[in-house]
Nanobody
Framework: QVQLVESGGGLVQAGGSLRLSCVASGRIFSINAMGWYRQAPGNQRELVASITSGGSTNYVDSVKGRFTISRDNAKNTVYLQMDSLKPENTAVYYC????????????????WGQGTQVTVSS
């Protein structure tokens, strides 16, 4: 009933940029925090960046100064601008959102996108 759909991944050379987008659709009353996670082969999924509904942001240390998370609440969309990409940034990137699905009970559920591959060549 709620879907998160990512786009914007691809192959880029080291030093290049990519912009990921994630659109939430379906039965949505409101969206709390949204975030981007990544998982490289053999590694656990890790938080890259998150943003609250009010716009407060948080980043993993390794991407600070290079990645920027933002959101458009009117479009239920979160973005991740990735600059100065490095080969170690290669991973599948997943969008995550905590969504209030019922206006009366304010029940919140956590949703994931299907992932988008980011590959950075050296």
């Amino acid at each position: 009933q709620v879907q998160l759909v990512e786009s914007g991944g691809g192959l880029v050379q080291a030093g290049g940029s990519l912009r990921l987008s994630c659109v939430a659709s379906g039965r949505i009353f409101s969206i709390n925090a949204m975030g981007w996670y990544r998982q490289a082969p053999g590694n656990q999924r890790e938080l890259v960046a998150s943003i609250t509904s009010g716009g407060s942001t948080n980043y993993v240390d390794s991407v600070k100064g290079r990645f920027t998370i933002s959101r458009d609440n009117a479009k239920n969309t979160v973005y991740l601008q990735m600059d100065s990409l490095k080969p170690e940034n290669t991973a599948v990137y997943y969008c995550n959102a905590e969504i209030v699905v019922d206006v009366f009970t304010l029940v919140r559920r956590n949703y994931w996108g299907q992932g988008t591959q980011v590959t950075v060549s050296s």
